[in-house]
């Protein structure tokens, strides 16, 4: 079986592209549920970073992010997190003090994913702080 040179390219690309991905994907990922008032869920995939005071720290990547609408409405969230599903009352956060505090704290934990989520994003996050319900 003959390759040409095209195919072969295209195939070490591929392969190329699915290294580096797995080199620099998040290491956590958890799912976030938020319920409105109409009885309506939603959910999102999002990173995570455990605070020292015992507070968990999500991002939103853009303001109108639906879930985040959802958020400031009605605090009441369950974050799916290393297998196991829990109750938090969330507040989000969008102050420049607050980007400042958690910023590095998601560098720290994702680091170079992290900062090409900023690099392709070019927008400051939105931190939201989850505390057990």
């Not at 390759?3 to 699915?18: C, E, H, K, S, Y």
């Not at 959910?43 to 020292?52: K, R, Y």
Request: a positive charge; aromatic letters at 14%.
């Amino acid at each position: 079986m003959q390759i040409n040179r095209r195919t072969f390219v295209f195939a070490a690309v591929g392969l190329a592209g699915f290294a580096a991905w797995s080199a620099i994907r998040p290491a956590e990922m958890a799912v976030l549920q938020v319920f409105d008032g109409r009885g309506q869920d939603y959910f999102a995939s999002l990173w995570v970073v455990d605070d020292p005071s015992g507070f968990v720290w999500i991002r939103a990547d853009r303001p109108d992010e639906r879930w985040l609408a959802v958020v400031a409405a009605s605090p009441k969230v369950e974050l799916r997190r290393r297998g196991r599903t829990r109750t938090y009352h969330a507040v989000v956060y969008d102050t420049p003090k607050a980007r400042a505090y958690v910023a590095p704290r998601f560098r720290a934990k994702y680091g170079f994913s992290d900062r090409l989520r900023e690099w392709r994003s070019g927008r400051d996050t939105i931190p939201v702080r989850l505390q057990l319900d």
